[in-house]
């Protein structure tokens, strides 16, 4: 065996073809294209780090104002998702990213003749005014005093009969028909048929063509007959179809699942389900035969992906379609209307999803314990072998990964890593990479926030390990995110209560500081599908939907300090009944994630009784749960991680 010094990044490629191999040998039922498509689509974007590819965002920006002269427009709409208003998106449809630099999963840019703007909220406002310098594309920071919205700055920055475009594919009819309301006045005209990236974006990548594969009922708890049922049982009354765009919501009805965008097991579809007739519009040739046999016994038929406007129209025709404006593309909005009557409602099956059955449930806490113990190992590792120096932000990641991928019915991450020593965890939404990785040494904190696929359920857990010796503030901030958690944890609340009237409980007691973080306290999660779900989570602003049973929410308060730490200790909790009381039915939430906080980081000083027996409980059902999936040396270290605060 000969050995070769490869730089850094070429050795996290490789580390991740091993693990991606070893998977693939074990799982070949399951993932004999989950993981290669997954692969290539990481190891691309590392190879292009690589090589040094530095784009030319002023060039491009320039080609899109040759597009617009050409084509008549004074301005350009250009979001982040895609025709299926996905949050993460597979790179064709990552055109935002392209045209600006900026690589955050939310954000929206607007060219004009002689100005340009991004929009994007507080997670990505430092990685913003990073990535955008040089540009020549204005930052605009939405929520902060005095910064306009998308809507208002193209009204005052556009003259009187302008013409603003936009790809009707790529944004939802809700939005449209907002910019459409607003330029009313003056005049502006929306116009929603041209895709800019097809002339813009010389090597565009093609539409995903990764095959899909069927989730087992013992994994989904329900067979597609009985979720497509329910549908129709919902619409009865009010439509005669229900029009589906958004991808989590078709893989769960019809338990497949898929491997079009990285981290998300979804794949590139429409569906629409009748009162007789259920019509899957796919690429054909995405789908094996045993999956096109299993759907045909189940009703589904399948047509092309690119016939779906004209096949659509012809199956709905004067018929009632239930579709949610928020979620369904502006230019397939425009072609139901035009041959049924529209019924503006949630997708039902968006609410059902997020209600998790018993087997998903049962799911989710085998899929955590697993989690956990991968990521104790790792933990265990970084406190091991931190005095080398050796280990990096990135290493310290490639090495979770290898951990996880070491679980069985492990598929992938379910994000990238955000792994962060000192300021770098000050940075929300932090990614690493080349550029920015540097060396776990010394003391400081270190922020590492990620998770896992399973069969069996999504996991996304953040801990906080202390380096070396931890400082009075860093200690003090630590137990008052650890605190305002724990509070969150151990709420019991009545029937109807809506996630804005919880997120006080893990905010508390760092306002009782003045201190604050500027993201909402939790996110739905989804089973085996995408780590962000609705519709419920946790957080400020109103949201009209209730906490239910079965379903699962992020708890996950922060503390932030620019250059110098970032603090998040994120569990994933599960809604259950508690009792009924004076015939009021009452919930509680059971903490799925099996990991142990920073014993190192807590004064117990500012702790209530209850909050430290609360934490010793917890982490004795760590040590029951995940001891077994440790060698000698690990079970050691956790026993005394967890060991009483009291």
């Not at 991004?118 to 939405?142: C, H, N, P, V």
């Not at 690119?306 to 709905?316: A, H, I």
């Not at 955000?418 to 965890?425: A, E, L, P, R, V």
């Not at 996304?460 to 931890?470: L, M, S, Y």
Request: charged letters at 25%; one cysteine or more; glycine letters at 8%.
């Amino acid at each position: 065996m000969f050995s070769v010094k490869f730089p850094k990044s070429v050795k996290s490629i490789y580390l991740k073809l091993l693990i991606s191999l070893t998977i693939f040998k074990t799982r070949l039922k399951y993932l004999s294209y989950f993981h290669m498509s997954f692969l290539v689509n990481i190891s691309i974007t590392k190879l292009n780090k690589i090589r040094g590819i530095k784009m030319d965002i002023k060039k491009r920006v320039a080609k899109i104002r040759e597009e617009m002269k050409l084509k008549g427009l004074d301005g350009y709409f250009i979001p982040s998702t895609d025709p299926h208003d996905s949050e993460y998106v597979a790179e064709r449809w990552s055109f935002r990213s392209y045209i600006s630099g900026f690589t955050g999963s939310a954000g929206t840019v607007v060219v004009l003749a002689d100005k340009a703007g991004l929009w994007t909220d507080g997670r990505y406002f430092l990685q913003a005014e990073e990535e955008l310098k040089g540009s020549g594309i204005d930052l605009f920071k939405m929520g902060e005093a005095g910064v306009p919205s998308i809507n208002d700055w193209v009204y005052e920055n556009l003259e009187e009969g302008s013409k603003f475009g936009l790809d009707g594919y790529v944004v939802s009819y809700g939005i449209v028909k907002g910019m459409v309301s607003k330029f009313l006045t003056k005049k502006i005209e929306v116009v929603a048929e041209y895709d800019l990236a097809e002339t813009v974006w010389s090597d565009r990548p093609t539409v995903p063509m990764d095959k899909v594969f069927e989730l087992d009922v013992k994994f989904s708890g329900e067979s597609r007959e009985s979720k497509i049922d329910r549908i129709r049982e919902s619409i009865k009354g009010k439509g005669d179809y229900n029009f589906i765009s958004t991808l989590d919501d078709i893989a769960w009805i019809l338990n497949l699942r898929g491997s079009d965008i990285s981290y998300n097991p979804c794949f590139i579809s429409y569906l629409l389900i009748g009162m007789e007739k259920v019509t899957l519009f796919v690429n054909p040739e995405k789908i094996p035969e045993d999956v096109k046999s299993s759907l045909k016994k189940s009703g589904v038929d399948i047509e092309s992906y690119n016939t779906t406007g004209e096949v659509v129209k012809s199956l709905v025709k004067k018929s009632k379609v239930v579709i949610d404006f928020n979620r369904i593309n502006y230019s397939i909005y425009r072609a139901l209307e035009t041959v049924s009557d529209i019924v503006n409602l949630p997708n039902p099956s968006t609410l059902m999803k997020a209600k998790k059955n018993s087997v998903e449930v049962e799911g989710m806490r085998v899929a955590h314990i697993k989690d956990g113990a991968a990521v104790v190992k790792f933990l265990h590792w970084i406190y091991k072998n931190v005095g080398s120096g050796e280990i990096s932000e990135l290493s310290a990641s490639d090495k979770l990964t290898a951990f996880r991928a070491s679980m069985e019915n492990y598929v992938q991450d379910s994000f990238p890593a955000i792994s962060g020593f000192k300021g770098n965890g000050a940075i929300i939404h932090y990614r690493v990479d080349e550029k920015s990785d540097r060396k776990i040494s010394g003391d400081g904190l270190y922020l590492i926030d990620s998770g896992g696929q399973y069969f069996e359920g999504t996991t996304d857990i953040t801990r906080v390990a202390a380096i070396g010796k931890p400082t009075n503030e860093e200690i003090r901030d630590y137990t008052l995110v650890l605190k305002g958690m724990v509070e969150l944890s151990k709420v019991k609340f009545p029937e109807g209560t809506k996630g804005y009237q919880l997120d006080i409980l893990a905010r508390k007691p760092l306002w009782d500081y003045f201190l604050n973080y500027g993201h909402g306290t939790g996110h739905g999660v989804g089973h085996f599908l995408n780590v962000h779900e609705g519709p419920q989570n946790i957080s400020p602003f109103p949201k009209a939907v209730s906490l239910e049973k079965g379903m699962i929410v992020s708890n996950e308060p922060g503390r932030y300090l620019a250059n110098s730490h970032g603090i998040r200790i994120e569990n994933l909790i599960v809604v259950k009944e508690e009792k009924t009381n004076e015939g009021i039915k009452f919930f509680s939430f059971e903490t799925l994630t099996k990991v142990p906080i920073e014993r190192d980081l807590v004064d117990t000083s500012l702790l209530s009784k209850d909050q430290i027996d609360w934490i010793d409980s917890y982490h004795k059902s760590v040590f029951d749960l995940v001891s077994p999936y440790l060698n000698e040396e690990e079970k050691i270290w956790l026993e005394e991680k967890t060991r009483p605060l009291s």
